[in-house]
């Protein structure tokens, strides 16, 4: 079975990237989601992780992560337009549709929405001559937008149809955020939908989060949480989103497991979710196009 | 033809941010300078002036402008084989080059390192569709950018009138599948087009999106491709040059006569409205279009 709906993540797996794609492509996935680290720190050289890449026969689901971009001044906005821009090339030399862009964490971040709105802005421009589309994704402890409600708002008043979210399910399930507050946002405006499970019962906000956020993460159903992703994916899809479920998980266990084991449990998630939930499995060509809002 | 008021009330709501006042040239990169040169004459168009330093040579005739530039280094790599000419760049006639330069690169345009540009001239450019440029331009008046770098043909007419009074109309860029938002987004927000209505059409090519310029003195189609070609591999680019011409069938008999050939299938053929030209050197097509160009040329 080829797996179409959910992709994997390099982060996910350990090991050279040549090994993980491979590891990616045995077990059925079509698709990844780069971390711009694993081509640039390839030991080939960036040529080399590029060519990696696209020799490996797998799409790109995107490239991450853009961090502490937005709402600078001066000198240290110019720096991170360079990385940007770098970040921008990698991504469409990687044949990539997509940068994602994680909301500002930095002290020197300036929380005045219209700057915020001019840089999202620039970063958009930027991308279209290069066909990529931007995902901003809200952070819990970003200063600038700290969940998908306020990145969408800020990515609304910009107002670019090549600006759009990254929906982590990971903080809505933390910040134990109501379902029905996705309403709010139109299937358009999501350009990416990551899920991840966790292994506690609840989270204590800000350090808990760091830390379980990017060292406890696991597979969907393989934490305390697979119903709650159930019900989060159905929503999603119920409102009408049509493109990938990226496994965003990153773990201190998977670092040390063959990535072929890791990745067979990423494909244990996807076959529950697809048989439990999305359903996607029996494709009518072009069904995507088709589909539509539950509310119609 | 459409209704002209139509299209005028439309360009009307936009606003001109970078006091854009027409196309100063027009570039094509190529491996080939003589052979294009040679098609260029046909069209009517005559060599003015040779760069300094550089393979670059200044064609002219009325109020257009092609530069071919045939330095090794400025040929694009990616487009297609270089020996078929590519339309490599737009310069735009500008109040303040600039200003209009840093305004635009602070919304997020590519900048294009100097030494990098085409012509050794301090004209500040950006990157355009593919790999293509737009340079900014405002010294269009009082004396020409050309004086500087380039250095006359002897004993050759610098300012050769256009045959059927020809005139640049637009430029077609083909884009890719569900890009048409992205780009009227890139050209409205940088440059201050304004994307015309659908029932707006000129010539003969009426497919796609046109976009007018904020002076209303030349348009850019944006074209998808369609089908099965939706799922081919294509780089975008800017792919034809559209002349306007009062008088379509008078000017396509005068230049049939040097030499140019127009396409004559049931579907594409010469008439009042338009006409496109056979394609040459590989794929090089041009476009003619009827128009009034009083009704739209002048600047505001």
């Known amino acids: 079975m080829i797996i179409r709906d959910f992709g994997m993540d390099t982060a996910s797996l350990a090991g050279p990237l040549a090994a993980k794609l491979a590891a990616v492509r045995r077990a059925g996935f079509s698709q990844v989601m780069i971390s711009a680290s694993e081509v640039v720190g390839h030991p080939d050289g960036v040529d080399g992780g590029i060519r990696a890449v696209r020799d490996s026969g797998i799409a790109v689901t995107g490239l991450e992560t853009l961090r502490d971009f937005e709402g600078l001044d001066g000198k240290l906005r110019d720096y991170k337009m360079d990385v940007a821009k770098s970040m921008l090339r990698l991504c469409r030399a990687l044949g990539g549709r997509l940068l994602i862009v994680e909301a500002s964490t930095s002290s020197h971040a300036n929380t005045d929405a219209d700057a915020i709105v001019r840089d999202l802005r620039a970063l958009a421009t930027l991308a279209i001559p290069l066909g990529v589309r931007i995902a901003f994704k809200g952070v819990s402890w970003s200063r600038t937008a700290s969940n998908f409600a306020s990145a969408g708002e800020l990515v609304l008043r910009a107002d670019c149809r090549n600006l759009g979210l990254a929906i982590d399910a990971f903080d809505i399930l933390t910040a134990q955020i109501p379902l029905d507050d996705l309403d709010a946002i139109g299937p358009e405006q999501m350009f990416v939908v990551q899920l991840s499970d966790f292994q506690w019962q609840t989270l204590h906000p800000t350090a808990d989060n760091a830390a379980t956020k990017t060292r406890y993460r696991v597979f969907p159903g393989e934490g305390a949480h697979g119903e709650e992703l159930a019900a989060f994916v159905g929503k999603v899809d119920a409102l009408g989103y049509a493109g990938t479920y990226s496994f965003d998980v990153y773990n201190d266990d998977y670092q040390q497991m063959p990535p072929d084991v890791v990745v067979n449990r990423a494909r244990r998630a996807a076959e529950w979710l697809e048989e439990t939930v999305l359903r996607r499995a029996l494709p009518v060509p072009n069904m995507a196009h088709l589909r539509r809002p539950a509310d119609d | 033809m459409t209704n002209a008021l139509e299209y005028e009330a439309v360009a009307e709501e936009g606003t001109n941010p970078l006091g854009i006042s027409g196309i100063e040239f027009i570039e094509f990169a190529t491996s080939k300078p003589q052979a294009l040169g040679s098609l260029l004459e046909k069209l009517g168009f005559r060599p003015i002036a040779r760069h300094r330093s550089r393979e670059v040579e200044l064609y002219r005739q009325g109020s257009m402008n092609i530069v071919v530039n045939s330095q090794p280094a400025d040929l694009p790599h990616t487009v297609r084989p270089a020996e078929t000419p590519v339309l490599s760049a737009v310069a735009l006639r500008v109040s303040d080059a600039e200003a209009a330069f840093q305004r635009v690169r602070d919304m997020g345009a590519w900048e294009i390192p100097v030494r990098a540009r085409a012509m050794e001239l301090n004209i500040p450019a950006i990157h355009g569709v593919g ?18 770098d380039f250095r006359a043909i002897p004993s050759v007419e610098k300012k050769p009138a256009a045959i059927g009074d020809l005139h640049f109309f637009g430029i077609v860029q083909y884009i890719g599948a569900d890009r048409t938002a992205d780009w009227v987004w890139f050209y ?16 003969i090519m009426p497919k796609g999106s046109l976009l007018q310029s904020p002076c209303r003195s030349f348009f850019l189609q944006l074209i998808e491709p369609e089908d099965n070609a939706r799922y081919a591999a294509m780089e975008e680019h800017l792919q034809r040059i559209g002349f306007g011409t009062s008088d379509v069938m008078a000017t396509a008999a005068l230049l049939e006569k040097r030499g140019i050939e127009f396409l004559a299938s049931e ?7 338009g006409a496109l030209t ?6 090089v097509i041009f476009e003619f279009v009827h128009d009034e160009a009083a009704i739209h040329s002048k600047p505001r």
Do not use: M, W
Request: one cysteine or more; aromatic letters at 14%; hydrophobic letters at 35%.
């Open chain 2, 267 to 273: 579907k594409v053929h010469a008439n009042d409205r």
């Open chain 2, 278 to 283: 056979k394609p040459c050197l590989g794929g």
């Open chain 2, 131 to 148: 790999e293509s440029l737009i340079y900014f331009v405002d010294r269009h008046e009082e004396f020409s950018i050309y004086d500087i």
């Open chain 2, 188 to 203: 409205s927000q940088l440059f201050g087009f304004t994307r015309l209505p659908d029932r707006v059409r000129f010539g």
